[in-house]
């Protein structure tokens, strides 16, 4: 008898294993489709979001399709290179704006020439990389359905261009429309929410105001915006800095700059629009829905509405542990290549 017990316990809990595996695997979720539009230069938090979706398509969390700059300084695609170089993706499409806003570091270093200067990269300018608007086309078209989320750190200089962009070799469908097929939502970090409904002249709305209000207005998807802020009250790279990770892009850039005045870290604007575009919003923040407004000098205001496409975050996750949450991932280093 208690040997027919024991065969009926065993079978159960294999049964149970194999019930737990099975599901486990039927419940792998598939890395999040991620075009990343960045004004890396002006600030070196892009440095640290570039790190941060890096580190999460080694983990398997995103595929990166495609890095875009829509600043056209000749050092924004240099930067964004070595950075993909470094993490073993050399081969990530890399396009640029070549009109428009045009801005280098206000830092005493210049880390945008430090970086090109110590790590390893193919694209020497901005002006050799293809156009932005082409390369989005031809990552867009090539995505299923309702798979793609653009992630935007900077002006919308690019996003208003593919909007207005007509059919093409890669696509029939002209930019708008190719957007409402192919991108599930935007995610920006742009503009100012708090307190709701006053007005905010944020960076990257009013460098490029006419591209802000397009985009705003006609962009045909969700869009999720972390304003300024949220950013501004997480301040990372002391951690980076101080410890005994080497010679990794977002290290060299931090160090250079935090000892010129960042002494308790730097704000972290960007990487929270990254963690948004990977992982959503639930974990770490609540969000407000509405409608952005913005005016011809690049202010914003908001208008709350349940039924709203555009919403913004506010904090959920205590802004220490969110901190925490980010720089572990800006210490980020190259996932090892496998043997031959």
Same mark, same amino acid.
């Given at each position: 008898?208690?040997?027919? /017990?024991?065969?009926?316990?065993?079978?159960?809990?294999? %049964?149970?294993?194999?019930?737990?595996?099975?599901?486990?695997?039927?419940?792998?979720?598939?890395?999040?489709?991620?075009?990343?539009?960045?004004?890396?230069?002006?600030?070196?938090?892009?440095?640290? %979001?570039?790190?941060?979706?890096?580190?999460?398509?080694?983990? *398997?969390? /995103?595929?990166?399709?495609?890095? =875009?700059?829509?600043?056209?300084?000749?050092?924004?695609? !240099?930067?964004?290179?070595?950075? $993909?170089?470094?993490?073993?993706?050399?081969? #990530?499409?890399?396009?640029?704006?070549?009109?428009?806003?045009?801005?280098? &570091?206000?830092?005493?270093?210049?880390?945008?020439?430090?970086?090109?200067?110590?790590?390893?990269?193919?694209?020497?300018?901005?002006?050799?990389? !293809?156009?932005? /608007?082409?390369?989005?086309?031809?990552?867009?078209?090539?995505? !299923?359905?309702?798979?793609?989320?653009?992630? &935007?750190? *900077?002006?919308?200089?690019?996003?208003?261009?593919?909007?207005?962009? +007509?059919?093409?070799?890669?696509?029939?469908?002209?930019?708008?429309? =190719?957007?409402?097929?192919? @991108?599930?939502?935007?995610?920006?970090?742009?503009?100012?929410?708090?307190?709701?409904?006053?007005?905010?002249?944020?960076?990257?709305?009013?460098?490029?105001?006419? %591209?802000?209000?397009?985009?705003?207005?006609?962009?045909?998807?969700? #869009?999720?915006?972390?304003?300024?802020?949220?950013?501004?009250? #997480?301040?990372?790279?002391?951690?980076?800095?101080?410890?005994?990770?080497? $010679?990794?892009?977002?290290?060299?850039?931090?160090?250079?700059?935090?000892?010129?005045?960042?002494?308790? *870290?730097?704000?972290?604007?960007?990487?929270?629009?990254?963690?948004?575009?990977?992982?959503?919003?639930?974990?770490?923040?609540?969000?407000?829905?509405?409608?952005?407004?913005?005016?011809?000098?690049?202010?914003?205001?908001?208008?709350?509405?349940?039924?709203?496409?555009?919403?913004?975050?506010?904090?959920?996750? !205590? /802004?220490?542990?969110?901190?925490? @949450?980010?720089?572990?991932?800006?210490?980020?280093?190259?996932?090892?290549? +496998?043997?031959?």
């Amino acid at each position: 008898m208690k040997k027919n /017990v024991s065969k009926t316990v065993v079978l159960t809990l294999l %049964a149970s294993v194999f019930c737990f595996f099975a599901c486990e695997q039927k419940t792998v979720t598939p890395p999040v489709s991620i075009i990343f539009d960045t004004d890396i230069g002006p600030d070196y938090d892009d440095v640290g %979001a570039m790190t941060l979706l890096h580190a999460m398509a080694d983990s *398997g969390e /995103v595929k990166i399709l495609a890095t =875009l700059s829509c600043n056209v300084n000749e050092n924004t695609v !240099p930067c964004i290179d070595v950075i $993909n170089h470094y993490y073993g993706r050399p081969d #990530i499409p890399v396009g640029a704006t070549h009109e428009g806003v045009n801005l280098t &570091t206000w830092h005493k270093v210049k880390w945008t020439e430090a970086l090109p200067a110590k790590f390893p990269h193919r694209l020497k300018s901005t002006a050799e990389a !293809p156009d932005a /608007v082409q390369v989005y086309r031809r990552a867009l078209a090539a995505e !299923p359905d309702t798979s793609v989320v653009v992630v &935007t750190v *900077g002006f919308l200089t690019n996003l208003a261009a593919l909007l207005q962009s +007509p059919a093409d070799q890669y696509s029939e469908l002209n930019g708008r429309d =190719l957007v409402h097929k192919k @991108v599930k939502h935007l995610v920006s970090m742009a503009g100012g929410f708090e307190p709701d409904g006053k007005s905010f002249r944020e960076f990257n709305v009013y460098c490029d105001s006419t %591209a802000s209000i397009t985009v705003f207005e006609t962009w045909p998807t969700r #869009i999720i915006f972390t304003g300024f802020e949220i950013g501004r009250k #997480i301040l990372t790279g002391k951690r980076l800095i101080a410890s005994d990770i080497q $010679n990794t892009p977002a290290k060299e850039a931090f160090t250079l700059c935090l000892k010129e005045g960042d002494f308790n *870290g730097r704000q972290s604007w960007d990487q929270t629009a990254v963690l948004i575009g990977a992982r959503g919003t639930d974990r770490y923040f609540n969000t407000v829905k509405g409608c952005i407004i913005v005016a011809a000098d690049g202010s914003n205001t908001w208008q709350s509405d349940v039924n709203g496409t555009h919403e913004y975050v506010t904090f959920k996750m !205590p /802004v220490d542990e969110l901190t925490r @949450v980010i720089e572990d991932m800006m210490m980020h280093e190259p996932k090892p290549k +496998p043997k031959q």
